[in-house]
């Protein structure tokens, strides 16, 4: 028994050990009887709902998940949940001070970490201090973007042609109708994909300091309700995205386009530094650096590097972030809508002095010099053998 | 001005608004006064070392990170975080209950869901509904599979092909060693990667109940010690991981092969179902896949869907898993371990009736339904036009 | 034994089987003795020169090799390769002819494929007739350009930036010295990557009617001279191509934007063609179509499609293409320059109607709707059971 | 006017130029008027079935593409051509000698190479020098492996998971009956993806001295013949190959894993030699590796590398390889079957060497060796700044 084809036998035999192949085919039949009751959908938080929620799935309200803080603060979270039934606590934990020398970010930053991870937040919390003690980062919003991408069909290649001629002619129509509906989005470049009948627009925009994807909804339709009525050749089919954004998800387009922020950060480290703060020579950071450039590349991994997502999702719950953003390329955040404006992300934000209007570049860069500190740490951990003992340890 | 230099030139343009290029550099420069006091490492947690903490942040503990809940509840989060300063909370809404006729999920489960993207749980709601309303989905886990790739540098590429042969010879050995370390995983397979005189060993293991990205770890670093000891051939480098795994990132390896766990899933709808749950046709469904399914390919994802990663946080979050593996392409979920434990999580994985161990299975299939139904719901929400309207309904 | 492992040791084994490993290791290692003699190197094309290469050869010009014909036409062959020793003869077969309606190409054009694989022509052929029996298929250059990025390393990011401002600020210069060089090409836009320390410009150019690699290169030279000697901030190194252009690679970013021409065609097939044709009905193709496209989708494909390359080698190399760029996401033919002159693949092209200027944008509207018929023939062939028959039948 | 969107613009500009947007939609549409009259398909070739093509061309047979060589050597071409016509003339040059110490090779080899790409004979023949003058590279067949991947339909999820368990338990019959068609291919491993109610099985083959894409085809028609007749769950659809096999495409599954052989070479150069060869020094050489590795990764390449499609495409049409493969990952050669037995094609494999059974290894190890030396060649061109001369020189 070789190859993969063995593993796949085992998997099934372990399967089939418990039983025989048309009971487990019996057990993964559709089943009407009983029928099931939905819970009767809520989109207005308080507690008279919550607790209808909680009868409805049979059991007390959980005393961890409707805490008495939680409790009291039920008109917080209203416009951010449906079917609201309490709230998760994620250990939060503090990294840094990591100074920035930024465009925006100008300063000493506490690094706010939400995660149940065991050695992340001390990971993050040397790269941080070895970076600070290097006179900080320098981090650089280079470009900053948000599209949607809305999707249309017509009766042929032809029409689809007269109409791309079209939305090209109509673009400062299209931007008044976008610009309307924001006060801090602009629409400022559209691309074109002609694939068939099919046509994808691929409308980018700035979003100010919101991380902006219901902005960019909302604007994009604007001109899809204008598009529909006024375009002068008929519309088989319109969608206000024809999944061609990338809106959470890792898509290629993205990693060499811009979606949310670029940023590129810089340190420079001294011997002394790398041997005080993690314990390892230059060399050894190169030498792992290049074995495991090229371990990405081998994978297939979209860009290279270690670990990203960790200091990404830990930095995007606890201030606030869309965390199904830790799958995209970019890095998408916002000072102001979504989750910013939550009680706890929100105290977060101001401990680190960036709530509020005017401060997402300067968290962009904070993001950014978190991730370089992130990465010197990993590599230096794996460079030197510390990764699996700091687990050992930290993870008890 | 064409182009997107002109784009450049713009967000250039915006920057030098407010000052002149020479004072940017200034601002960029490493500053290496004042110096930076780091927050004192902290790994174990309690009242004494988090008021330390905030201390050292300069600030009284905010009452919505350190909430009497979390005050009282320390020792439930060591282990878990390092420099604890208190909890973010997420609101959690409840959705469901979906119907999973799985090898391992039986039966009707309520859904946790952890964000603060409005129309998220609504979202993923109706989805759930329609697919119980339809006897439940067929899920089923086909595949499981963890892997960490140790690499070896050596003196030239001979030594290395010597290396692999001695590797695959003590491939029995390898195992005996990798199991000893852990009473739930199991090494079951070796892949090998002979870059010039560069190894990489890819382990792939299974891992029982855990997500298990540190057992795995502790396992291979059980190999490697071994291997530093007996390997016949001088080894100049070696590293428990390296970046070949695919750990927290999104790479094409642990696509077309299993990283966590592999699952289809199925449902069966009729046009009245349709209508009911989600206003639409049959026919206006297949228009849309088609149109998002080819737009997926054109911005180039690995595999094509709309939004996985919403229902992968949010599940994630509400139970415990590791948020940062939103970025790869597996479903990676725990019954047991890592955050699992913690309370308000541990009480999700409760109302589910899949808290610890041997539940991973079934939870695995819960996942897949419930991205099924995101997936479902999506797509009748783009289809017919309802996507713009919820979203601007549900985020006030 | 179970897994890959197994199936390297396999591999291993039948290697050691000959011999064991240390003298497999001794066959692996450099060998300084006797010395190499390199040929000579012949960057011009004459019969004196030939003779000696072959005469460094060690044997008397093969026959097959330096026939009559290519005997006869030495001078031909001068400026499109070196240490020339004859030809290669590869067998052409024609196929159509082929009905455009296009924006440049309007008519039918025999289709000229050089291949030595059984059934390619075939195949093509029958998928040309088809579309030519359904009035032809609508082809139209949607995009053109071809890109060149040089890139640049600096003391710190600080500098790098001063660099793109002044880069920027420079383009129009830039576009001065570029288009000085070519009659044809034009520098149209810039795209900028800041990667730390590094600079990648991404040059983007129209070239005319060639296929434009060396124009680019040529161009870009120009102003990195100019970079080299104006720039008013230090460089450390500069390239005229950092790697990231994509040239003679897939690379997605190509895909996601355009290198060469990006075209897109379409025909509309009755179900009375599509029997007499490939005898098959619109249901077994899209059935088919849905079940591949998720296949191609599932093993990472860049785009979604049959056979491209099959179409696309046989053009290139029927007409005086660079056979490379297989490689690459766009179409890259040109009408004059490379190997368009040399004698066999300008008659391909006269027959075609397309040598020389103002047709290349035809000839890749002719290339577009070549492989929309090896699309549809490939797809029809493999949901009919035709495939194999047909290869049994025609591979002797 | 701003972004893509100006360029867009601009390029439909220079269309409606020349004309209105109606008379081009006009030339857009199919043109049933006159029908085109089909050449009449010829899978013989023959004088007089190439003269009827001809007559149907409506021209004199071209002497450049019917030349008295090709016209004396009809039979020649019979089973690798359809609708023959002549021949495609390919200059020819020879590099190297590289001395190549592999586990298959071993010697020194001269490298014909087709192509019409001024500087490429140059560039790979300076290389292969340098490696001879080396001791020659290390080169070594690492795996081998080709795959066809036929997908199955069925009326649900549960059917396809028998239909799995089936066919995991048939694969002894499978390999017999895949085995007994080829007596050089072994069905060695499948690989199982179910999605839904599909399933798709990547059979994984060796396949002797030969390329190999016909042998599998036929191997696993003859498997679905079997599963066809025997398989005790009804089968909606069948289909020899699903497009997950990677045939002719640049797949990640491809990458990751193998498809031809997997080749690794190495070399070591001493600074004297890098000056001798290439005017350049090991830092050089470094710095512009790093570069260029980072720029292959930014856009997004699969593998990280210079021009493998060059050296590639040219030693595949020299050695009458399928040219179409150049697009594909991995190093598919062989030394019988397909062109390998055309006239020149064969001259040249016997050049090296390498004409028949048993040396498709070997020709896999040298053409890693040739594609070595071309990256080095490249690397120090565009580190040195002799990249555009040496295109400007030789492309005249």
């Given at each position: 028994m070789v190859g993969k084809r063995s593993l796949t036998s085992l998997h099934l035999e372990s399967l089939l050990d418990k039983t025989d192949i048309d009971s487990i085919a019996k057990q993964l039949e559709p089943k009407h009887e009983p029928p099931v009751k939905p819970y009767f959908p809520n989109s207005k938080v308080n507690a008279h709902r919550t607790n209808k929620l909680w009868k409805a799935i049979g059991t007390a309200p959980h005393p961890d998940i409707l805490d008495p803080w939680t409790g009291a603060h039920f008109e917080h979270f209203d416009g951010n949940?449906?079917?609201?039934?309490g709230t998760t606590k994620i250990p939060l934990g503090i990294a840094g001070p990591l100074r920035v020398n930024g465009l925006f970010a100008q300063g000493d930053y506490p690094l706010p970490l939400a995660t149940s991870e065991a050695a992340l937040v001390a990971s993050y919390h040397r790269g941080a201090c070895m970076i600070s003690a290097a006179g900080g980062c320098t981090s650089m919003v280079v470009y900053q973007a948000l599209n949607r991408a809305p999707a249309f069909a017509f009766d042929s290649m032809r029409t689809a042609g007269k109409f791309v001629a079209w939305a090209m002619e109509s673009f400062e129509t299209f931007q008044q109708l976008a610009n309307s509906t924001?006060?801090?989005g602009k629409l400022v470049d559209v691309g074109t994909t002609l694939e068939g009948n099919h046509v994808y627009l691929n409308f980018e925009f700035t979003t100010g300091d919101a991380s902006g994807q219901n902005m960019v909804t909302i604007a994009t339709q604007a001109v899809c309700d204008f598009i529909q009525k006024e375009c002068p050749v008929p519309i088989r089919q319109l969608y206000v995205?024809?999944?061609?954004?990338g809106d959470k998800k890792a898509s290629s387009q993205a990693y060499t386009t811009t979606r949310g922020r670029k940023v590129t950060a810089e340190v420079v480290l001294t011997p002394e530094i790398l041997e005080k703060y993690v314990r390892a020579t230059p060399r050894q950071l190169i030498d792992y650096w290049r074995m495991s450039a090229i371990g990405g590349v081998l994978s297939g991994t979209?860009?290279?590097?270690?670990?990203f997502a960790n200091g990404l999702a830990a930095l995007y719950i606890a201030t606030g972030?869309?965390?199904?953003?830790?799958?995209?390329p970019g890095i998408m955040v916002g000072t102001v809508g979504g989750g910013t404006g939550l009680p706890s992300q929100k105290a977060c934000l101001q401990l680190m002095g960036l709530?509020?209007?005017?401060?997402s570049g300067a968290l962009a860069e904070v993001c950014a010099g978190l991730l370089l500190g992130g990465e010197l740490s990993i590599i230096a951990a794996l460079a030197t053998g510390d990764f699996t003992r700091a687990h050992h340890k930290l993870a008890r």
């Open positions: 949940i449906e079917n609201f039934i924001t006060s801090h995205e024809g999944n061609l954004s979209m860009g290279v590097h270690g670990h972030q869309d965390a199904a953003c830790v799958a995209e709530q509020g209007s005017s401060n």
